[in-house]
T-cell receptor
Framework: AQSVTQLGSHVSVSEGALVLLRCNYS??????LFWYVQYPNQGLQLLLK??????LVKGINGFEAEFKKSETSFHLTKPSAHMSDAAEYFC???????????FGTGTLLAVQP | NAGVTQTPKFRILKIGQSMTLQCAQD?????MYWYRQDPGMGLKLIYY???????DKGEVPNGYNVSRSTTEDFPLRLELAAPSQTSVYFC????????????FGPGTRLTVT
């Protein structure tokens, strides 16, 4: 069965510091992987996705993630945090050719001035 | 395009009451989904539809029903509301299967007391 684990339910960084949000997946077949962002009182918005092309995926707002099969990881990074990055971030996995996303439990990112 | 719209934004129900959460999309997407979001739990799939007239259960379907009579609309019905159904409900849609982005509505916050 597929699953997603996000390490750290709360992460706090200083403005300008590196953002690293961790996601590990479990899947018996090559998965599709996604990062979504949720700003307060809003729906989810896609940040980036991995669908078996390049292993380093660039998304919106300066975020990127690297698919590492050997580590079953898909960590999200941003070189320099901005106050506007404060939000909850969800990693999700789906099997190829299915239409169901399995979400992690989310990581709430706080950015300190 | 309005994207995915949901009504109402907020609702308080008494135990045993019924209600329908409305969801509509104007992107001509075939796939539509209902999720619930509980604190610290991520999003769980309730029901999904791959096209008009076709629906299927997700991970947590008990206590809910859906119908899909048109491509645009995908209402979620709660027949006998229970406190365990207190949650934030998100509707989403996608063009086809999981390799494509799911577009989320703004959510409906439901409280059952």
């Amino acid at each position: 069965a597929q699953s997603v684990t996000q390490l750290g339910s709360h992460v706090s960084v200083s403005e300008g510091a590196l953002v690293l949000l961790r996601c590990n997946y479990s899947s018996s077949v090559p998965p599709y992987l996604f990062w979504y962002v949720q700003y307060p009182n809003q729906g989810l918005q896609l940040l980036l996705k991995y669908t078996s092309a390049a292993t380093l995926v660039k998304g919106i707002n300066g975020f990127e993630a690297e698919f590492k099969k050997s580590e079953t990881s898909f960590h999200l990074t941003k070189p320099s945090a901005h106050m506007s990055d404060a939000a909850e971030y969800f990693c999700a996995v789906s099997l190829r050719a299915t239409n169901k996303l399995i979400f992690g439990t989310g990581t709430l990112l706080a950015v300190q001035p | 395009n309005a994207g995915v719209t949901q009504t109402p934004k907020f609702r308080i129900l008494k135990i045993g009451q019924s209600m329908t959460l409305q969801c509509a999309q104007d992107m001509n997407h075939n796939y539509m989904y209902w999720y619930r979001q509980d604190p610290g739990m991520g999003l769980k799939l309730i029901y999904y539809s791959v096209g008009a007239g076709i629906t299927d259960k997700g991970e947590v379907p008990n206590g809910y029903n859906v119908s899909r009579s048109t491509t645009e609309d995908f209402p979620l019905r709660l027949e006998l509301a229970a406190p365990s159904q207190t949650s934030v409900y998100f509707c989403a849609s996608s063009l086809t299967a999981s390799s494509y982005e799911q577009y989320f509505g703004p959510g409906t916050r439901l409280t059952v007391t």
